[in-house]
């Protein structure tokens, strides 16, 4: 018994739709795994492709510049994240893994657009803010950074890194007393590591000083209320401790 042509041609393209498919699949499987190796191969074949969708490709671009950043190669990882803008430009996935590469090379004046407009298109995002709020620090404008920690922690009350960098800018500020509750929190956020040790005998010998300081000012009887004082009282003391975010 003869098979007509057509019926085998129908065949082989049902069978080569399929396997089109399956290896479809599994491309996109791998090109959004963390091992950058397998992930560039993947994103590259999907891209060459041709059949995937505008969006689909911005993805593809994306998650191969993310492959990119893990293996420190920042150049390839840039180029990758402009063309994912290009087809998707208000991608805020793209916007902030472009934002935190600029920001890991330094290069803060073009870390902060990116960075900004990802918090825009997510607000509700708290790596996107938390980087945000970085960038503000490192510019050494402290109080726009605070406001991007306190945001941090509406939205991930448990974000330690916050913290942290929050004392940061608190300390920056002169709030001594809101940096070291605010060290506090990271501190108890887990088990005392080398770094959290150095940072705490930093933070207790500066306290020790400041004590010690506004001490030798204070002149018992003298009209001017003390600076340490001031600090200790009990209205500052429920402002600068037990509740910072205000």
């Excluded at 590469?101 to 330094?106: A, G, M, P």
């Excluded at 009887?221 to 600068?240: I, R």
Aim: charged share 25%; net charge negative.
């Amino acid at each position: 018994m003869r098979v007509p042509v057509a019926a085998v041609s129908i065949v082989l393209a049902m069978t080569f739709a399929q396997a089109n498919a399956q290896s479809r699949e599994e491309n996109w499987k791998i090109c959004t795994s963390n091992d950058p190796d397998p992930s560039i191969r993947a994103c590259s074949a999907l891209i060459q492709s041709g059949q995937e969708s505008v969006k689909n490709a911005a993805i593809a671009f994306d998650n191969r510049g993310m492959a990119y950043a893990r293996k420190h190669d920042f150049d390839h990882a840039l180029r990758d994240y402009d063309q994912s803008l290009q087809l998707n430009p208000d991608s805020a996935a793209a916007h902030y893994n472009r934002g935190i590469v600029y920001e890991f090379k330094h290069d803060y004046d073009r870390a902060f657009p990116d960075l900004d407009r990802a918090v825009q298109l997510n607000p509700g995002d708290a790596d996107s803010l938390y980087c945000r709020g970085l960038v503000f620090e490192h510019r050494e404008d402290y109080e726009h950074a605070i406001q991007d920690f306190n945001q941090v922690l509406r939205v991930n009350p448990k974000y330690a890194k916050a913290f942290y960098s929050r004392a940061v800018s608190f300390w920056h500020t002169g709030s001594h007393l809101r940096a070291a509750a605010d060290y506090g929190r990271w501190r108890r956020s887990g088990p005392l590591t080398l770094e959290q040790l150095c940072v705490l005998i930093v933070v207790l010998s500066f306290m020790v000083g400041y004590v010690r300081r506004s001490l030798q000012r204070s002149r018992p009887g003298s009209e001017e209320q003390s600076h340490l004082t001031s600090l200790f009282g009990e209205e500052n003391t429920t402002a600068h401790v037990a509740n910072p975010f205000d």
